[in-house]
């Protein structure tokens, strides 16, 4: 990595960071520290939103999601607009009108203390495994990058974090996210207009995208009924309805940002922009991954894109013979495939269309049977090294093919990513643990600098936490599924909690408790025993066994009394 890469590096974070902590320190009261002082335009809330969703593990892993599987991935969002309009019109309003700093306050206040803490335990183990996910996605990359030490990286990054967050709370948080998400999308879109720059002379945007749609890379949309299958049109739909519904309704990382808004309609607002622009934001990285996956069809790749991993491993000479053998096969590949590619390109719409396209796929089956051998001898005898590489795709177009300056901008892209959504969750956790279990039920009546001062002490704890979590988190899948699947398990149980909570009245607080309980088992059951059953459907699903369960409860009368807000 080049000076001047470390110096833009540096300079992008240092500059957010201080900026954070001396924009907003200073302040003593819980209005200001958990929600801004409400004073949050839509406009920054909308940001806010997209910054804390969108973790490093986004940019990292969803263009190696899109050069392996295309645009499918993109379904999961469409349920997301219509989750928008959900929750503008029946969460904020009776969030607000609760005047609370937390969704699970909201809950004692329906329901009763056991159900809101319940609920908010729920949300602190998988936030808080999260937060540990999203400190390790950029881990990776400097670990990567310079061979550091990945257990210090990550304490750095989660350090960087704490810092602002605990002097300026979650106005710091959102100020800084609103720089983050500029740098983030400028980053971006410099990546992708040089992509298209690389393409050979003669070869244009639509040419790209002509390839990659003959590729099957180019498909958004897969209209097949499939349980079993991840990324449908109705998993997403449906799945992502709920899984967005959940996140955006009851996910105390996202509740305070828009709790934080000047008024009802100014949060209103903010989130349902989020809901416009966020899948053709996901669009626009897919994308990417997607025109990497062209760019790579006229330049060369490593055959094994996690290289810096192998070489750390002692091998024998005659496994890497082995591999410099494989090596040699893709890279002769390689030129039949850049030659192949143009043929497509040459042949459009006439007679020889066809059998280019089928030579075109036949010499990339080759170069992924190549691959697959590759990963094979890897695992044979270097079981420790993770063997799916996608996740590193994108990061080796940037470190190989940015020009000196911009790869730090990137970099620089990757880490603003993580430390926004580290920072929302980490300020999530230690205001729900300062509000939802040590003001109401360990010390009350304190002076509200006191509970400042305790949110503070709780920040440090969480980013603690974070961090040891993200030293021993390993890849699975890829990260962004990693989230999700993550995320999936607890999410249903707990919508389907405030879905009762608004809509049926008649179900009191043990009947939905006792619901909740017995809903997180049976999730967590199917997800670990059931593996061909997709993650976004455990979303749904628990929301609807929490209102069942519930509702035959009710009728078994465990409730003697019903509140109402």
Known sequence: MHLLDIIVLIGTLGFIVIYGTMKTRGQKDMHSYLRSGGEKKWW?????????????????????????????????????????????????????????????????????????????????????????????GPAIILSTLFGWNLDLLCLLIGAAVVLYIYVGGEKAVSQTQVLQMTVILSGMAIALVLLIQYL??????YDAAYIAGKMGKMKPVNTHFDLNDRYTLWSGLLGGFFLSLSYFGTDQSQVSRYLGGESVNQ??????????????????????GVMTFVFFL???????????????????????????????????????????????????????????????????????????????????????????????VFLTFVLNNMPVGLVGLLIAVMLCAGMSATAGQISSLASTTVVDYYQRSFNKNKMELHYVNATKMSTLVWGAIAVGFAIFVKLSD???QLVNILGSLFYGTILGVFLVAFFIKKIGGNAVFYAAIITEIIIISLHFFD???????????GAILVIAISYVLCLAKVDKQVKEV
């Open 200 to 205: 050979p002379k003669g070869v244009s945007l």
């Open 478 to 480: 890829n990260l962004v």
């Open 531 to 541: 593996k061909g059953l997709s993650y976004l459907w455990l979303n749904p699903l």
């Open 298 to 392: 006229f330049h060369h790749s490593p055959v094994f894109f996690n290289n810096k991993a192998l070489e750390k491993v002692n091998l024998s000479a005659q496994v890497k013979q082995q591999l410099a053998d494989k090596e040699q096969q893709h890279t002769l590949l390689e030129s039949k495939l850049d030659k192949a590619t143009l043929d497509v390109v040459a042949s459009k719409h006439t007679a020889q269309e066809a059998p280019s396209i089928e030579n075109l796929k036949n010499l990339e089956q080759q170069d992924q049977q190549i691959r697959a051998d590759v990963k094979q001898i890897i695992s044979a005898n270097a079981p420790e090294v993770e063997t799916r590489d996608t996740d590193y």
């Open 267 to 288: 949060s209103k607002m903010g989130l349902f922009f989020n809901g416009l622009v966020k899948i053709p934001m996901q669009f626009f990285i897919l994308f990417i």
């Open 44 to 136: 920054a809330i909308c940001l806010s939103v997209m910054a804390t969703q969108a973790s490093a593990i986004t940019f990292i892993s969803t263009p190696g999601q899109a050069y392996e599987s295309g645009m499918g991935f993109l379904q999961i969002y469409f349920g997301l607009p219509i989750a928008m309009i959900v929750i503008s019109s029946a969460f904020i309003p009776r969030f607000y009108s609760s005047n609370v700093y937390t969704a699970y306050e909201y809950l004692e206040k329906r329901f009763n203390l056991p159900t809101r803490q319940f609920i908010a335990f729920l949300f602190l183990i998988s936030r808080g495994l999260g937060a540990g996910i999203t400190i390790y």
